[in-house]
């Protein structure tokens, strides 16, 4: 692709300026074109090499971001203990620094490589961490994300986990729904169309499963409207 020729021409620029900081950056960068084509030893490869570069200049946000695209790889090959221990040092590199942003993303990391392996309690957890950071800090681009993991994981959980947490089973669908409701409103200010078709997705999904069809229809007609070109 393109990108990626234009992204190895600036590495090797960089790597004769001698700037470090521009250096992950393009390493990183690079990571992420390979991400995308799902070409993962690659995308590990070139992350890695930014996070040690990373790591020599003790910079705090770029060692995050780092461990952020190693763990998403990770999850991108399924190994899901490999990348929740890659978030949980996020994770801890985050909160050391009060990097609250960083801090709510890792959580929501977190919650998501739970639910992957239906430990629903602890994605529940991770969730409720990230969305009260979100909220307080008004970073409504994450929360979005956020109220659509925590409704997913409320629809999939079983009874005794959502009673455990308070939540009463019978009512799953419409907490659930509440909360891609929210990220639909929320999301009108930015229109960032996955956050769209995840939230709309997701509701013709639940409404279908209480055979409201007629909701389920409307929600699933508003999904196809969007993904036309």
Not at 18 to 32: R, T
Not at 60 to 77: D, F, H, K, P
């Amino acid at each position: 692709p393109k990108a990626l020729e234009y992204m190895f021409k600036s590495l090797r620029f960089v790597e004769k300026t001698k700037d470090k900081f521009s250096e992950v950056a393009a390493l990183s960068n690079i990571g992420y074109i390979y991400f995308q084509l799902k070409k993962y030893a690659e995308a590990m490869e070139y992350n890695k090499k930014s996070l040690a570069i990373a790591l020599e200049m003790n910079n705090t946000e770029a060692i995050l971001s780092a461990y952020e695209e190693i763990g998403n790889v990770y999850l991108g090959l399924q190994n899901f203990n490999e990348a929740l221990e890659t978030y949980k040092k996020g994770l801890e590199i985050a909160q050391a620094a009060n990097f609250e942003m960083r801090i709510a993303g890792m959580h929501e990391h977190i919650g998501d490589v739970y639910q992957k392996l239906n430990q629903y309690t602890l994605a529940l957890n991770s969730f409720k961490k990230a969305i009260a950071i979100n909220q307080r800090t008004g970073n409504n681009a994450q929360l979005t994300r956020n109220y659509i993991s925590i409704a997913t994981t409320i629809k999939n959980a079983p009874a005794g986990v959502l009673t455990e947490a308070g939540i009463n089973p019978a009512f799953r669908h419409q907490m659930a729904a509440d909360y891609l409701k929210q990220a639909l409103q929320i999301n009108k200010e930015s229109g960032e169309l996955e956050v769209q078709r995840d939230a709309l997705s997701g509701l013709s999904d639940l409404y279908d499963k209480q055979n409201d069809f007629g909701n389920a229809l409307i929600y699933y007609l508003s999904l196809i409207h969007i993904s036309e070109p």
